[in-house]
T-cell receptor, first 113, second 114 residues
Framework: GNSVTQMEGPVTLSEEAFLTINCTYTATGYPSLFWYVQYPGEGLQLLLK?????DKGSNKGFEATYRKETTSFHLEKGSVQVSDSAVYFCALSDQGGSEKLVFGKGTKLTVNP | DSGVTQTPKHLITATGQRVTLRCSPR?????VYWYQQSLDQGLQFLIQ???????AKGNILERFSAQQFPDLHSELNLSSLELGDSALYFCASSEEGQGYSPLHFGNGTRLTVT
């Protein structure tokens, strides 16, 4: 079945540091890939998405590129802020028919001033 | 604000009891999804409804059931509760029953079973 594996956290960085959160997936067909973010006490929010190979999703300084050859969708940001502290979830959706999102376990990011 | 409303925010109940969680989707969204979030299992998809009909089923226990009403709100019923059912239950909605439409999540209902 479909699955998503993302790097275990927690990740602690200083403000303005470079962020990478690794995500790899296993899927049949050609899934769409997503990063969702969950701020404390809130539900998940879509951060960015990519629907086909080599697409780059970007939002709020975050970006991720859909790499079919390595089945990866790593999240990056060049300079993190304290306000980026949250839990980040990588997810996939199988466009072949299944309409549910499969999530990774989440990576908690803490950014210190 | 995602536009998805979940009630109640918190629920504390005893083992063996039954509870109902309610979700009002974003205006115009026809699909409702239920997810369970726990520390050990992460986010687990439970069930999806589209315009009143069950569309997809995930790791939902037989003790759990859900429905979507004509006004598109949804309820998740959890019965014969066990300690292990303690978790955050999220509802999400999307415009169509398509997996690539963004899901909009509510803030969740935190269930504690004692």
């Amino acid at each position: 079945g479909n699955s998503v594996t993302q790097m275990e956290g927690p990740v602690t960085l200083s403000e303005e540091a470079f962020l990478t959160i690794n995500c790899t997936y296993t899927a049949t067909g050609y899934p769409s890939l997503f990063w969702y973010v969950q701020y404390p006490g809130e539900g998940l929010q879509l951060l960015l998405k990519a629907t086909k190979a080599d697409d780059k999703g970007s939002n709020k300084g975050f970006e991720a590129t859909y790499r079919k050859e390595t089945t990866s969708f790593h999240l990056e940001k060049g300079s993190v802020q304290v306000s980026d502290s949250a839990v980040y979830f990588c997810a996939l959706s199988d466009q072949g028919g299944s309409e549910k999102l499969v999530f990774g376990k989440g990576t908690k990011l803490t950014v210190n001033p | 604000d995602s536009g998805v409303t979940q009630t109640p925010k918190h629920l504390i109940t005893a083992t063996g009891q039954r509870v109902t969680l309610r979700c009002s989707p974003r205006s115009g969204d026809l699909s409702v999804y239920w997810y369970q979030q726990s520390l050990d299992q992460g986010l687990q998809f439970l069930i999806q409804y589209y315009n009143g009909e069950e569309r997809a089923k995930g790791n939902i226990l037989e003790r759990f059931s859900a429905q979507q009403f004509p006004d598109l709100h949804s309820e998740l019923n959890l019965s014969s509760l066990e300690l292990g059912d303690s978790a955050l239950y999220f509802c999400a909605s999307s415009e169509e029953g398509q997996g690539y439409s963004p899901l909009h999540f509510g803030n969740g209902t935190r269930l504690t079973v004692t």
